[in-house]
């Protein structure tokens, strides 16, 4: 079983920057894809970045050039920093990893952390 725990989240105003972590734990994985998603209020739930075992990474169009994300492989943790954040940037942001376990891959849920940014 792996268990993701999200931290990082908060109030800023427009401009400002957050950095969000997740720490992935367990035993008997190997992770394969960690990202982030986001779901604002009424909304459906989005892909915001993700990263690879390889390190590539892919981004929503909407954070290009401001949210960096990044993982510590010996940590299993990936981190988004965001900045310049507009009000549109405003949700619940949840930690997804996608591990394998045996010959099966698993997808994994953080529990969301609350991002506001003020105008």
């Known amino acids: 079983q792996v268990q993701l725990v999200e931290s990082g989240g908060g109030l800023v105003q427009a401009g400002g920057s957050l950095r969000l972590s997740c720490a992935a734990s367990g035993s008997g994985f190997s992770i394969n894809v960690m990202g982030w998603y986001r779901q604002a209020p009424g909304k459906q739930r989005e892909l915001v970045a993700t990263?690879?075992?390889?390190?590539?990474?892919n981004y929503a169009d909407s954070v290009k050039g401001r949210f960096t994300i990044s993982r510590d492989n010996a940590k299993n943790t990936v981190y988004l920093q965001m900045n310049s954040l507009k009000p549109e940037d405003t949700a619940v942001y949840y930690c997804?990893?996608?591990?394998?376990?045996?010959?099966?891959?698993?997808?994994?849920w953080g529990q969301g952390t609350q991002v506001t940014v003020s105008s």
């Open positions: 997804n990893l996608i591990a394998t376990m045996g010959v099966r891959k698993y997808a994994y």
């Open positions: 990263i690879n075992s390889g390190g590539s990474t």
